[in-house]
């Protein structure tokens, strides 16, 4: 079953196009991958789900969560669904819970709000605060962002988005800030949380080899675009499109040391730049005429038109 | 939280005594001879005036006088003024309860007209900020006498709404007589301060962690409130921290206006009059209680922020 | 603190920007454009409406209004530019020398601007001109010294924030001096900072001195001064003869405002990032 | 040729770095990496002089210097790639031409000197930083993290760079990073810290392979890479 | 243009007050007095004030004449010799009775140098004053004085309470100290700044002169529109000296009248520098000639006033026997009311000057002497002068008078003047003897010295003014002060009350006591 589903979504702030035509169906239960680098729209697409696009976006296409629009959700039918269904965790967890108040301020607010009482209200952040690993949690609801370390304000933050029970939670790009170790346990809460609650997952990384990791299928984005969907279990293998095979293989690790890496010339691109054709054409080492003229449509897997070639 | 209270008091005290030095030191290089405003009116003689200089210690050496007016002061008495003869304390105390509620009055509307318009300006969508924009722009730029005498004219002399001056007895009727100086007076300030509140407001609603409290479906009114304007606050509390500290030396214009006996005529009058023991005492009151008041805002906003109590914290 | 700039509405910006070239033009040709003597006084004609002769009319000494207004605009900008540009590079030069050298040399310095912040700047512009004698300078040179503690604050705090950033730290790396540093790099940086304060400084400053001449202790008269000008003509204004203080208000407001638009704009422009 | 003993910095009784100690050849390049706030900028900034040691030596012979993580505040906004290199070449008494040669030597077009960073791209300005880093010819080049911040594929283009550039320079680094493919790909030793102390150093190869400290072996085990199932700490043994 | 005057009558007396009112407000444009000690009352808000609580020994007429006041005869027995006699039955507040000695007291305090008090000049040339009986005091002169008994109607002759006053010490008169005298109005408070209040004497020794109002505030409205604006919306209920600038709005309004009437108040520029072109009799005759007065009078004082040949005023002889004989020589000055530019320049050019530059003064704040320095600036111009305005701090500008530090710069200032009580030696002497205070110029005239020194000792009150029309003869043309223009006095009464007297006398007389219901 379907819980989201991006139909053509068009995104354009002030009249420059972010996003351009995704498509992309998420199944209850499932987790989708969103990669690509800065500026591919990954963040976009995921916001679009909760409407918290910047002033002066328009849209274009439709999401549907659960079936219904969200597009076309009136303001009570928007809250209900931001703060009971779907859940955003961010990137900067110091961005993201307001400084001046208190954890605990930040974890109950939305419960308060929905009229649950102070102390049950503490009572079950301080549950869900042990249940991604913090300890000591009485005391940390007193505390105050600046006191706690990146990597214990990213729990507190999936601590925050679970405790609603949410079907469907969006990290958008939830461990960048974070290091190695701690981006580890980070996706293992969430990846733990998500085989306990049958929660539906999207997943915004850079990094592939993350997202193959905690996810069961993997968008890979570029300007605006997404170009390849594929299992993530065969991403090595599967990969078919030049960009997805250029990010495999300019990472240090894709090489032996001392070998050069593959590199990609050029600079990524975006929405706004992207040439008329595919929108790789221009660094793509395979590019013919057709790619910088014809825009080549998503099959199935891919947006290339020398998919049956590679 | 203690030890930034008590490290903002010590900031306060050597504020305070090095501005004495300050006031004492560019009064005593004023120009000007208070032995023969203590002399009277008349050609005073040579020896008439020794002798004043000898009883009010003006020969001695700058420490010296400089110590006499400050043990004075410790000990509550700042002399008595070079031209009405009357006890410093006494033209102070009788001004003081005018200014201080003339203050606090203008603080108010300062405050809730300020911050209300400002909130507005950044809320409102754009027709509303450009009102306000344009609004606010010929309040800054509007002299606070050339707001009195509109005010007068319009709400005295016309509506006859409110008195022309004077500072009433008796708390409504001082109210009603100050309504037209506390106008004055904030204009400007209200401006300034809605300003600052609508860049505020302006770059809290941009701030990530707005974004994720609408993300997480709390309602528009809790996401203002609790987020927008209880992060823009220390900075706003902060402006008009000063603004207010500021407002009892800026009521000058304005008391001079509406005829009110205040402590900022009183600085002007003696200022003109050469009354340099009343231009002591009232600016170091005055610029004690400005860093008085800064302190205290200094104090609420760190209890609002507590990360502004750290050490080393701007 | 964010730096207050008027939020202008971009399209005006060329608007405002003829403005200001009309008032630097008008003070700079003021003896050649201006139609009468500004001192030029004719008592039996005070007071005189609008006409041809007199577009704005006349004042209480029968002067005309147009000229005076023309000539004033000489001494309402020098006053307060002088103002900004000594407040200005006082505050700026403390700042980044405090931001700088850090330590106890910044402790200090923002006692000492503290102290002085404490000084209301109108008071202070009040108190020193009663005590030292009125006229142009004393104002000046008192509201200059108020205004230095205001912009030094925020200009300490965009040099601390300046002085922290990687490519000030990278020039250290590479061995260039203090001096170099601050000079060529930290002050070009901060100088659209700058120019924003001094806009809005200037603005502060016209009203300031407008309020001095208010109490007797600024410019003297008969000098056309706009501050001046609303002054001597607010007794006239319940007589029923408002022109004098309405055109020069008017004239202040509309300078200010736009002068602010175009040093913020400008500061945007060369500067990338004011804040 | 840099020898860092027994390192100690405190900042108001916080100890950021303890007892470090390390060395780079001439010619070497030597890994830093470690968890957040583990003290490896400290050192960087130690070693280039930003910050003085609370105790410790740092004995460097030739000159150092250093390329830092955020491309977009380390280049001055006001100054042109050009202005910004000649600039230094002046200040060390080399020939301007030589700036037509670091433009090539970081792999950036010529035409882009008048341009200022602004118009610039990250991976374009990280390559600038590292221009005006090798324009003093330092025998040291200290990078913190200075690919971090950059898209997988400009961040190729860098290392590439960064290994062409050792090649003709012979300059050492000291390379500060998170991404222990990076390590493997640019390195020869590695040292792993922290909480402010060395936990375990030497060849890239030993450590990353066979990691004695058991903060090195988690570090290891927490790089994503076919196969790698995220486990939490607490159900770690 | 629109400010062309209408028709202005002058008034000696507004219409008599009908019955008691029960509060008066009343403005004081001057500010808040510094102390209302009669020897430290020296301007016009604590004269307004202080006159209503400490009488005199003689009144004031409004035609500014003398009669009996708490004397019932001041009598000149020889040229130095004068006897005071004293009403019986006069109580001060308390209800203690005047006594010779209170008035000896009151009158010696001006003598006292510690006091400094501003009448110490009145009391210049006297050798005594002692208690000749009950009600008698005698005050015997070095030299003759015939300014000193017109005198006794001003704030010189004010008597307080002995006893009170030497236990106040320092803080007599001053808002904390308070006062005792015998006036028709007692001091019942003074609020810093704000407001005095005058509570009335129901105890007053002259039934026929009990005050009509049970009380009277006076409060502080420096700020020209601020007085005006509370003047016509009736919250302040009258004022001495309402604004020239005021003129066409207050006689528009419906809330009072503004009443006219004769004033001893001149403007005028003087001469201040001892050396330069200010001190040459034709520059200062050829300023003179350059301003027209007709318009002076028109455009500064908005019609308000005349144009005067001398400084001393003819208001002030009215009530002297020797009216003709003052009144003649006035008209045989010469009249420069005209301007002649060409005789001006012909002097200017005659009398080529050192160097062209002048500086005028004028105390900051006051609009009309600042419209007066304007003018003059103009003139000067036109006769190919440059004159400086400077506009001084009230207290600078006073001590300009005693202090020839601070008139250091100044050639001229423009200012204004007055006299509180009547006698046509009021001024003259001060101001064009050789080293009296206010001959700045060092003006000297042996002639004019003569026969202004026999002015003052001449017992004959015709003989004396004889005298001095031929020393103005020879003064008044050489302009050390330059007269532009007499003002009248400017009243303004809320229709509510009545009974002011319009004449300048106020000054110097208990008037608020006349001030009633209309
Ligand atoms: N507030 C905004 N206003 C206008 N344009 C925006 C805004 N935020 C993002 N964009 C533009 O939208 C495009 C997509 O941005 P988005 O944030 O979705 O990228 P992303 O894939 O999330 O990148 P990153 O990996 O850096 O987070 C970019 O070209 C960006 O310039
Ligand atoms: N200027 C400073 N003042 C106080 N503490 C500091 C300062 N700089 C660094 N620290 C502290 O020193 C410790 C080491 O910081 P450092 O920046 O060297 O770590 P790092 O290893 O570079 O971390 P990251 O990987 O996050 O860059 C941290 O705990 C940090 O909080
Ligand atoms: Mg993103
Ligand atoms: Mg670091
Ligand atoms: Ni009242």
């Given at each position: ?280 054409a221009d660094r793509c080492p395979h590019a013919e005429a057709r790619c910088r003229d014809v825009r080549p449509v998503f099959t199935g897997s891919a947006a290339c038109h020398l998919l049956e070639v590679l | 939280m203690t030890g930034f209270v008590l490290r903002r008091l010590a900031g306060v005290v050597t504020t305070v005594a090095v ?296 | ?275 | ?237 | ?518």
């Amino acid at each position: 079953m379907t819980l989201l589903q991006f139909d053509r979504l068009t995104v354009a702030v002030s009249g420059r196009p972010v996003l351009r035509r995704v498509t992309l169906d998420v199944a209850a239960g499932e987790a989708v991958g969103l990669v690509g680098e800065s500026g591919s729209g990954k963040s976009m697409t995921v916001r679009s789900v909760m409407r918290l696009l910047p002033a002066g976006a328009t849209v274009g296409g439709t999401v549907r969560f659960d079936g219904a629009d969200v597009g076309a959700l009136d303001a009570a039918g928007l809250r209900r669904m931001r703060s009971r269904d779907v859940a955003m965790v961010f990137q900067d967890p110091r961005a993201v819970v307001n400084p001046v108040r208190t954890v605990g301020d930040f974890l109950t607010e939305v419960l308060r709000d929905q009229g649950t009482g102070r102390s049950e209200a503490t009572r079950r952040a301080a549950a869900a605060l042990s249940e991604v690993g913090v300890g000591d949690a009485m005391r940390r609801l007193q505390q105050r962002p600046y006191e706690l370390s990146g990597g214990l304000l990213q729990r507190v933050v999936i601590a925050a988005a679970l405790l609603t029970g949410p079907r469907l939670i969006l990290a958008d790009e939830p461990t960048t800030a974070l290091d190695t170790t701690t981006q580890e346990e980070v996706v293992a809460i969430l990846a733990e949380q998500r085989r306990l609650r049958g929660t539906t997952l999207m997943f915004i990384t850079h990094d592939l080899e993350l997202a193959a990791a905690v996810c069961d299928r993997i968008a890979v984005m570029y300007a605006g675009e997404i170009v390849e969907i594929l299992p993530a279990a065969r991403l090595h293998s599967d990969a078919r499109h030049p960009y997805t095979r250029a990010l495999l293989g300019s990472r240090p690790g894709a090489v032996a040391p001392g070998e050069r890496l593959r590199t990609v010339p050029g600079v990524p691109q975006s929405a706004l730049t992207a040439p008329p054709g595919c929108v790789f054409a221009d660094r793509c080492p395979h590019a013919e005429a057709r790619c910088r003229d014809v825009r080549p449509v998503f099959t199935g897997s891919a947006a290339c038109h020398l998919l049956e070639v590679l | 939280m203690t030890g930034f209270v008590l490290r903002r008091l010590a900031g306060v005290v050597t504020t305070v005594a090095v501005a004495s030095v300050v006031i004492f030191g560019a009064l005593y290089l004023a120009p000007g001879d208070p032995a023969s405003l203590l002399a009277g009116g008349n050609q005073p003689d040579p020896a008439a005036l020794a002798a004043i200089r000898e009883r009010h210690h003006l020969d001695d050496p700058f420490p010296v006088q400089y110590w006499h007016w400050l043990s004075g002061l410790l000990s509550g008495d700042p002399g008595v003024s070079l031209v009405l003869r009357e006890p410093v304390t006494a033209l102070i105390g009788a001004r003081i309860g005018t200014t201080l509620l003339l203050v606090a009055y203008a603080a108010v509307l300062i405050l809730t007209l300020g911050v209300a318009t400002g909130v507005l300006a950044a809320v409102g969508g754009r027709r509303v900020d450009r009102a306000l924009t344009v609004l606010t722009t010929v309040l800054m730029a509007a002299p606070a006498f050339v707001a009195a005498i509109l005010l007068i004219w319009l709400f005295a002399t016309t509506l006859s709404w409110f008195p022309v001056f004077g500072s009433g007895t008796g708390f409504a009727d001082r109210i009603h007589h100050l309504t037209l100086p506390a106008l004055a007076l904030s204009g400007g300030y209200v401006a300034y301060v809605s300003r600052i509140t609508r860049s505020e407001v302006r770059a809290e609603l941009a701030a990530d962690h707005v974004a994720a409290a609408r993300g997480r479906g709390l309602p528009r009114w809790t996401v203002l409130r609790r987020h927008v304007l209880r992060n823009a606050a220390p900075p706003i509390v902060a402006v008009s921290g000063v603004t207010v500290a500021g407002l009892f030396a800026a009521t000058a214009v304005a008391e001079q206006a509406f005829g009110v006996a205040g402590l900022g005529s009183l600085l002007v009058q003696s200022a003109a009059r050469q009354d340099l023991i009343v231009v002591q005492a009232l600016s170091l009151l005055l610029v004690t209680v400005f860093v008085v008041v800064n302190m205290l805002v200094d104090v609420l906003n760190a209890t609002l922020d507590p990360r502004l109590a750290k050490e080393g914290a701007p | 603190m964010t730096a207050l700039a008027i939020p202008v509405v971009r399209r005006a910006v060329p608007f405002a920007a003829v403005i200001c070239l009309l008032v630097v033009l008008t003070a700079i040709l003021a003896p050649w454009i201006a139609p009468y003597d500004p001192n030029a006084i004719d008592p039996l004609n005070a007071y005189a409406p609008f006409s041809a002769a007199h577009p704005l009319g006349t004042d209480d000494l029968g002067r005309d209004l147009l000229s005076r207004l023309i000539h004033g605009s000489r001494t309402s900008l020098a006053g307060p530019l002088i103002v900004v540009v000594a407040a200005g590079t006082i505050g700026a030069t403390l700042a980044i020398t405090a931001a700088w050298f850090g330590g106890w040399f910044d402790a200090l310095m923002s006692r000492a601007l503290d102290v002085l912040f404490a000084f209301p700047g109108l008071v202070l512009a009040i108190t020193v001109a009663a005590l030292f004698g009125s006229g142009f300078i004393t104002p000046v040179v008192a509201l200059s010294v108020a205004f230095v503690p205001v912009i030094a604050r925020v200009m300490r705090a965009a040099a601390l924030r300046e002085r922290n950033l990687p490519y000030i730290e990278a020039l250290r790396v590479q061995g260039f001096g203090a001096w170099r540093i601050c000079l060529r790099h930290l002050v070009p940086n901060l100088a659209p900072l700058l120019m924003v304060q001094a806009a809005i400084g200037f603005g502060y400053a016209m009203i300031d001195l407008a309020s001095i001449s208010f109490l007797g202790l600024g410019l003297q008269p008969p000098a056309a001064d706009w501050g001046l000008m609303i002054a001597n003509g607010q007794p006239s204004i319940l007589a029923g003869f408002p022109q004098q203080s309405v055109t020069a208000a008017v004239a202040v407001v509309i300078t200010v405002v736009a002068f602010t638009a175009v040093a913020e704009r400008l500061a945007t422009r060369f500067g990338g990032d004011v804040r | 040729m840099l020898d860092v003993r027994d390192l100690r910095k405190e900042y108001r009784g916080a100890i950021a770095v303890d007892g470090v100690s390390f060395a780079v050849p001439a010619g070497g390049s030597l890994a830093v990496v470690g968890e957040s706030g583990s003290g490896k900028t400290t050192c960087a900034r130690i070693v280039t002089g930003l910050e003085k040691a609370t105790s410790g030596t740092v004995t460097l012979h030739g000159s150092v210097q250093m390329v830092f993580q955020d491309p977009y505040q380390s280049l001055d906004r006001r100054q042109t790639v050009r202005g910004c290199l000649a600039e230094v070449l002046a200040h060390h008494g080399r020939d301007r031409s030589r700036l037509g040669e670091l433009l090539d030597l970081v792999g950036l077009d010529r035409r882009l000197g008048d341009a200022l960073p602004r118009q610039l791209s990250g991976g374009q300005r990280q390559r600038v930083a590292i221009a005006r880093a090798l324009a003093a010819e330092p025998q040291l080049l200290v990078l913190d993290e200075a690919v971090a911040a950059l898209d997988v594929s400009i961040q190729a283009q860098i290392l590439n760079l960064l290994v062409d550039a050792r090649a003709a320079t012979g300059v050492a680094y000291l390379f500060i990073t998170h991404d222990l493919s990076v390590v493997r790909h640019v390195c020869t030793d590695v040292v792993v810290m922290s909480r402010g102390r060395v936990v375990e150093s030497g060849p890239v190869e030993r450590v990353l392979h066979e990691p004695e400290h058991g903060y090195t072996r988690r570090l290891v085990a927490s790089v994503p890479r076919p196969g790698w199932v995220p486990r939490r700490a607490v159900n770690r043994d | 243009g629109p400010a062309a005057a209408t028709t202005i009558t002058l008034v000696e007396t507004t219409p008599a007050a009908t019955g008691d009112v029960a509060t008066v407000t009343w403005a004081l444009p001057s500010g808040e007095p510094a102390s209302l000690d009669p020897a430290r009352t020296g301007d016009y808000s604590a004269n307004t004030v202080g006159t209503n609580l400490c009488e005199s020994l003689l009144r004031l007429e409004t035609d500014f004449s003398t009669s009996p006041g708490l004397a019932s005869g001041i009598v000149q027995k020889d040229p130095v010799t004068v006897v005071i006699t004293l009403r019986d039955g006069v109580t001060f507040w308390d209800g203690s009775a005047l006594t010779a000695d209170d008035v000896v007291y009151s009158l010696s305090r001006h003598r006292d140098p510690e006091l400094a008090s501003y009448a110490a000049h009145v009391f210049a040339n006297v050798a005594a004053i002692e208690a000749t009986g009950a009600l008698e005091v005698t005050v015997r002169f070095r030299k003759p004085d015939m300014q000193f008994v017109p005198d006794m109607a001003g704030v010189p002759g004010a008597i307080v309470q002995k006893a009170f006053t030497s236990k106040a010490g320092p803080a007599f008169g001053t808002a904390t100290g308070g006062l005792m005298c015998t006036g028709p109005f007692k001091l019942a408070g003074w609020r810093n700044g704000a407001r005095i209040t005058l509570e009335r004497n129901d105890s007053y020794w002259d039934a026929a002169r009990r005050a009509k109002a049970a009380r009277f505030d006076f409060v502080f409205l420096t700020d020209h529109s601020t007085l005006t604006s509370a003047l016509l919306a009736g919250e302040v209920d009258g004022v001495y000296g309402a604004p020239v600038g005021s003129i066409a709005a207050l006689r528009r309004s419906g809330t009072g009248t503004l009443y006219f009437g004769p004033s001893t108040e001149t403007f005028s520029l003087g001469a201040v520098a001892a050396d330069g072109p200010a001190a040459d009799p034709r520059i200062r005759q050829a300023l003179d000639l350059a301003i027209d007065k007709t318009s002076y009078v028109a455009g500064v004082l908005k019609g308000a006033g005349e144009p005067l040949r001398t400084f001393t005023p003819p208001l002030s002889w009215q009530g002297s026997p020797a009216k003709a004989v003052y009144d003649a020589g006035y008209a045989a000055l010469p009249d420069t009311s005209k301007a002649d530019l060409e005789a001006a320049k012909k002097l200017v050019t005659a009398a080529a000057p050192s160097r062209t530059d002048l500086v005028i003064a004028t105390p900051a704040g006051d609009q009309s002497l600042l419209q007066t320095a304007t003018i003059a600036q103009d003139a000067a111009r036109q006769i190919g002068l440059t004159m400086t305005v400077r506009q001084l701090q009230p207290a600078e500008f006073a001590g300009l008078f005693y202090d020839p530090a601070l008139r250091q710069g100044i050639d001229f200032i423009a200012t204004t003047g007055y006299l509180e009580v009547p006698g046509a030696l009021y001024y003259a002497p001060g101001f064009v003897l050789e080293g009296a205070p206010f001959n700045w110029t060092n003006y000297g005239d042996a002639g004019v010295t003569a026969n202004l020194v026999g002015a003052v000792s001449e017992t004959d009150p015709a003989k004396s003014a004889e005298r001095f029309v031929a020393a103005q003869a020879v003064f008044g043309p050489a302009k050390l002060q330059i007269t532009l223009a007499g003002s009248y006095n400017r009243l303004f009464l809320n229709k509510r009350i009545t009974g002011a007297p319009a004449s300048f006398s106020y000054i110097s007389s208990s008037w608020a006591a006349l001030v009633g219901a209309a």
